[in-house]
Nanobody, 128 residues
Framework: QVQLVESGGGLVQAGGSLRLSCAAS????????LGWFRQAPGKEREFVAG????????YYADSVKGRFTISRDNAKNTVYLQMNSLKPEDTAVYYC?????????????????????WGQGTQVTVSS
């Protein structure tokens, strides 16, 4: 069983920055792809970013490319999302997730059904 706990959300003004963290326990995740998703009120959960086991393959949604940076620290079993130049439309609950499919894969999927374990989410609110 895998437990994921996100932290770092909060209220920030447009143009500001936040850094989200997601710490895992119950299993070492160094072999798996990790992802960040978000869900705004009344909208479907959408992919934000994903990173492969080594950090050598990264994939971003077009809406965050150039502003967000995903990274991981396998020694700490943790994945991060650095969010800069935040916009009001970035307001959402942010979730981390792990794809425990093929190990040591670089194929990052952008749909939620591919991911097996999820955190409880952390709220990010960007004021205009």
């Amino acid at each position: 069983q895998v437990q994921l706990v996100e932290s770092g959300g909060g209220l920030v003004q447009a143009g500001g920055s936040l850094r989200l963290s997601c710490a895992a326990s119950g299993r070492t995740l160094s072999r798996y792809i990790l992802g960040w998703f978000r869900q705004a009120p009344g909208k479907e959960r959408e992919f934000v970013a994903g990173i492969n086991w080594s950090g050598g393959s990264i994939y971003y949604a077009d809406s965050v490319k150039g502003r967000f940076t995903i990274s991981r620290d396998n020694a700490k079993n943790t994945v991060y999302l650095q969010m800069n130049s935040l916009k009001p439309e970035d307001t959402a609950v942010y979730y981390c997730a792990v794809d425990t499919g093929p190990t040591y894969s670089s194929r990052i999927y952008d749909f939620a059904n591919e991911y097996d374990y999820w955190g409880q989410g952390t709220q990010v609110t960007v004021s205009s």
